[in-house]
């Protein structure tokens, strides 16, 4: 073995001092650097040693110490880059968290803590977390049913009653009507009276004339679950399959939208919310599941905007409410806010947002903010994201994915098959045309920011966009 090494040695010896008459400097070193290469894989340090010997008694000193140079320097490079890669994937939750505290709270509000399952059982909550929902804090239950995959507990004797197991959330026009009929589609899942109750967000308040008191029950919301609460009073002793029965709240708004931060929260916090949405589903279901699902954040908002109007609505106007819309979020910026402070300034003293005109709503695609809401309240193994593009090029391999991480039986290859072929009955097509080039040079600039932060705290690079771009 030494033998041929050490031709092979000669025969690239050769090759150097052909080099070396012609006065090639970087063939020197390239031919240098995989000779060097080769040394690093050889087993001994004899064999290293005698290689070494002979291509200094034949190229000289300075040729070999600038190929250890290179070829450091190369090493380098790629275990930084390894290492730097590594860190990133395991320190996400970590440093998300550092950087959500040290981003948002820097003024008067109470210091965001992260709210641990002890806190939860014990009911030891902070008071700003409390006051965002009292209503469902002072009739929680204490514990659930055990044996049964859904949160589920009795009330009143022999009343079942039931909470979702799944969030399945994202933002509008990030196809969430076609991921939840496919992935409802299983036979353990038990679809609520609507896909979307809004119930979180929205329907427990009174919008009108800028009042925010609540005004939906929470009894009301639990009766969106009774077909599986009835399903578990009816078999619970005598089917086995039902406790594998989960439900699930398909209402996107749950990840996005805390409108009404300003009535529970003390003025003196002007940077935006303590907690929030996420934080009080944590404290209440703090074994639920989150998928979300994201689309390119330019295109997102451009299908929202022309598939809630009529017909005044062009390329051109969009690209009016655009120019409107980026300049005053920029003006937040610029004043020292930041993308989570600038998302929950209010700009009219009630419900709107910067940004938002009620017909161009940039803050719905910063995804990044969002999501790290929900990463600082939840483990990351509790939460999915899911690419709307990957989704409906990649259904039957993603499909199973999800199934598995809810933890549900797995389905045969031709049921995932007939699932995802079904079509989703509310798609409505463009008809005006592409939006103008111009347009989606500001919109690409103006999400790049959060599209990179959120390939960061997610750890999957195909948030980037870069292929839709």
Request: hydrophobic fraction near 35%; glycine fraction near 4%.
């Amino acid at each position: 073995m030494v033998q041929l090494r050490t031709i092979f040695a000669a025969l690239m010896l050769m090759v150097l001092v052909t080099a070396l008459a012609f006065y090639n400097t970087s063939a020197i070193n390239q031919i240098g650097t995989q000779l060097l290469t080769r040394l690093e894989k050889d087993e001994t340090n004899r064999e290293q040693s005698s290689i070494r010997t002979l291509l200094m008694k034949n190229v000289g000193e300075s040729v070999i110490n600038k190929a250890e140079n290179h070829q450091r320097q190369r090493q380098n490079s790629l275990s930084g880059f390894n290492q730097n890669a590594s860190r990133d994937i395991k320190d996400i939750q970590k440093r998300q968290h550092a950087q959500l505290s040290q981003e948002a709270f820097q003024d008067k509000c109470p210091q965001r803590r992260n709210i641990t399952l002890e806190d939860i059982e014990m009911k030891q909550l902070p008071d700003d977390l409390y006051k965002l929902a009292p209503e469902v804090f002072d009739q929680f239950p204490k514990t659930f049913l055990e044996g049964y995959s859904n949160p589920c507990w009795v009330q009143g004797g022999d009343q079942i009653r039931c909470l979702p197991k799944l969030f399945l959330a994202g933002v509008a026009k990030c196809g969430t009507t076609d991921l939840y009929l496919k992935v409802a589609s299983h036979p353990h899942i038990i679809h609520a009276k609507e896909k979307e109750p809004s119930w979180w967000t929205r329907n427990r308040y009174d919008r009108k004339q800028g009042e925010h008191k609540p005004v939906g029950s929470f009894y009301g919301y639990l009766h969106e679950f009774d077909k599986l609460a009835n399903k578990m009073r009816n078999h619970q002793d005598t089917d086995a399959e039902v406790q594998k029965l989960i439900t699930v709240d398909g209402s996107p708004s749950t990840f996005w939208d805390n409108v009404f931060w300003r009535k529970y929260v003390s003025p003196e916090c002007t940077k935006g919310p303590t907690y929030v949405i996420a934080d009080v589903i944590r404290a209440i279901l703090p074994k639920t599941k989150i998928i979300a699902i994201f689309r390119n954040p330019t295109d997102r908002l451009y299908s929202d905007y022309m598939f809630t109007g009529g017909r005044a609505r062009t390329p051109q106007t969009f690209h009016e409410h655009v120019l409107k819309s980026t300049t005053s979020f920029d003006s937040c910026l610029e004043s020292g806010g930041n993308l989570r402070s600038c998302i929950y300034k209010n700009f009219n003293g009630q419900h709107g947002h910067v940004g938002h005109d009620h017909l161009v709503m940039l803050m719905k695609g910063l995804y990044s903010v969002h999501a790290r809401e929900w990463l600082y309240a939840f483990p990351r193994e509790q939460l999915m994201f899911i690419r709307f593009e990957d989704w409906y090029s990649k259904c039957k391999k993603i499909l199973p994915e999800i199934y598995s991480f809810l933890e549900l039986d797995s389905l045969m290859s031709t049921q995932i098959d007939k699932i995802c072929a079904k079509k989703n009955p509310t798609k409505k097509k463009n008809s005006k045309g592409p939006m103008l080039n111009a347009t989606r040079t500001i919109l690409n600039k103006f999400y790049q920011v959060s599209r990179q932060e959120l390939a960061r705290v997610t750890g999957d690079m195909n948030f980037l966009w870069d292929d839709w771009t």
